[in-house]
């Protein structure tokens, strides 16, 4: 039998790696952080333990990574589902309810991930966040920014400093309310994008009722 060639061996290895970052979105969605081992991870992803250390150099940066491939994904479908648009405008409000919309569905996967960004290391570097990165600067250049360099990292911390208020503890901000303060600081429609929680019926007479409030200034009775 004639030995893989490298495009072969660099497929594998992606497929691999996939496979544990999906396991690790997965497990700590499930059971949190610090009920998950690396060695759960390995198991649900179906590959050996030292192939884990192979590619992370630890539990922590796994799981940024993993998160932030979810991110990625989640941005990246919101923006080219259809009907497709190219309007600056539509792809910023897109972008505000995907990651809003994680905070809503997914709260303990994305509580443990915004612990994870205060710890000692902090933000870690990784192919998952620069993609992610990627698709927010160009959603940024979309929306009409003369200073993608200084716009874009503003808009990165707007959205983490929302979705870190979803879910402190004891004291969140609702969802809805955040959106509505993250559209009206970028000028865009309620009616753009897809507000998260929507499709439940007390989350779409909650997004009716700020919809109202939104555009009138008069609140439900």
Known sequence: MSPRSASVNEELRRRSRERLLQAAVELVDERGFDATTLSDIADRAGS??????????????L?????????????????????????GRERLARAIDAILGLAH?????????MAGLLQA???VQCPEQRRLSELLSDTVARYGSADVTADYPMLRATLMGAVFAALVPGVPMPVPALRAELFERYRL????????????????????DLSRFFATGERAE
Request: hydrophobic share 30%.
């Open 63 to 87: 799981v940024q990574s993993a998160v932030h491939r979810l991110m990625h994904r989640t941005l990246e479908e919101a923006l080219e589902r259809e009907p497709h648009t190219e309007d």
């Open 105 to 113: 569905d997914r709260p303990v996967l994305m509580r443990q991930h």
């Open 189 to 208: 429609d309620w009616e753009l994008g897809t507000p998260p929680g929507s499709g439940t019926e007390a989350g779409a007479a909650r997004c009716e």
């Open 121 to 123: 290391e902090g933000f």
């Open 48 to 61: 050996a333990r030292g192939l884990v250390s192979y590619y992370f150099p630890g539990k922590r940066q």
